[in-house]
């Protein structure tokens, strides 16, 4: 598994072991996506779009995730189903099945080195997502998240607004981010269009 590379063949093996008990979810732009028994943990396996992912307790956006992509392989374990929020960021496909059958299915086709490789790259981007905010100033935090919006594609990058994926990850007020894209503007540091990131030039690593 190459280093920071979404593991697709994983993530492919363990999609068709847990197709064997799955109830299939279609969710339109802004719609949260839920299972039917919101009291039972649960895996979701999303096939198709883009979802964010939010802390309930405060909000917070945790991330945004592209299609492969599964959540809640571990709730079996740990509930922490109800920690979280999922809303489609545009139409969303895919299934669920209830956690505890995610761990027997996964048992019984041997499939754990494919599950800890999966966990294991979610492990890696919750580092690289606190080495970049914990403990760092507002410009650091708002120039990481510039870095990680052009790592996007084209088309995921028309979709989303600076101003409000960075105040909701981060949580710095709207009045500074907007002070400090616009700075960045004027040097031609960035290029934005209509709120959305065109490009990055280069970032200065001060403010």
């Not at 496909?93 to 996964?106: D, R």
């Not at 990680?148 to 981010?177: C, F, P, Y």
Request: glycine content about 4%; overall charge positive; hydrophobic content about 40%.
């Amino acid at each position: 598994m190459k280093v920071n590379a979404k593991p697709l063949s994983e993530l492919s093996r363990l999609e068709q072991c847990l197709k064997v008990a799955y109830t299939p979810f279609k969710s339109a732009p802004q719609q949260i996506i839920s299972n039917d028994d919101n009291d039972e943990p649960s895996t979701f396996v999303l096939q198709t779009g883009v979802i964010e992912i939010y802390r309930r307790s405060d909000e917070l956006l945790i991330g945004i995730a592209t299609a492969p992509f599964i959540l809640g392989l571990t709730a079996g374990m740990l509930d922490y189903s109800k920690e979280y929020r999922v809303v489609a960021k545009n139409p969303c496909t895919g299934f669920y099945l209830p956690a505890s059958t995610s761990l027997q299915l996964i048992q019984q086709s041997s499939l754990w080195k494919e599950a800890f490789c999966w966990l294991s790259w979610i492990k890696s981007i919750l580092e690289k997502r606190d080495r970049q905010l914990v403990g760092n100033n507002s410009y650091h935090q708002i120039r990481a998240m510039l870095l990680n919006m052009a790592e996007w594609d084209e088309t995921l990058r028309s979709k989303i607004g600076v101003m409000n994926h960075i105040q909701q990850s981060t949580r710095i007020s709207r009045s500074v981010v907007a002070e400090v894209l616009a700075a960045l503007r004027q040097g031609n540091y960035i290029n934005m269009s209509r709120g959305k990131l065109v490009s990055i030039n280069r970032l200065p690593t001060e403010y």
